[in-house]
């Protein structure tokens, strides 16, 4: 009896890490991704020049596939980091510095209008990026240009 209630709890303990665990592998190709991109075409054209689709929701982080025509605004994300995989076209990624007009949208989502005194990185094709959570960040395009990238938001805080 004793070894039967030991078998249940430890069933139980273990029962929440097994299920926190996806069970299926996903495969994403850039073709399929490209193809995504087709769908936010018309949106990412709108005045905000974005559009983004969440593509897999995990325990602690999400993927999602966005589109740019015009240079975004200022971000922070203070409790997700964010993984960019350039999957088409070139930007130029300001980090750091601070934020001009800076106001909270949503619980630990931080936008303005521009990043002050940040470091500039180019990003293209095939280029990969990790902003850890709390820095801010902004990407600007070249004039008439789009660009295409997945996006892992993983919570680190």
């Excluded at 299926?24 to 018309?42: F, P, W």
């Excluded at 999957?87 to 909270?104: P, W």
């Excluded at 801010?136 to 680190?156: A, C, D, S, W």
């Amino acid at each position: 009896m004793k070894l039967k209630i030991a078998s249940l709890v430890l069933a139980a303990s273990v029962a929440p890490f097994a299920a926190a665990q996806t069970i299926t592998v996903d495969h994403t190709t850039q073709s399929q991704l490209v193809e995504k991109a087709k769908e936010l075409n018309r949106k990412a054209r709108g005045p905000e020049g974005l559009a983004s689709s969440k593509l897999n929701e995990y325990p602690n982080h999400f993927t999602m596939i966005a589109l740019r025509s015009k240079n975004g605004g200022a971000e922070i994300h203070e409790n997700y980091a964010d993984f960019f995989f350039v999957v088409r076209g070139r930007a130029k990624l300001l980090t750091g510095g601070t934020v001009q007009d800076a106001k909270t949208v949503d619980p630990g989502e931080i936008r303005g209008k521009s990043v002050l005194n940040g470091v500039e990185t180019s990003l293209n094709q095939g280029d990969i990026v990790h902003i850890p959570a709390a820095v801010p960040h902004q990407l600007l395009l070249p004039e008439g240009e789009t660009f295409l990238y997945f996006v892992i938001k993983v919570k680190e805080k």
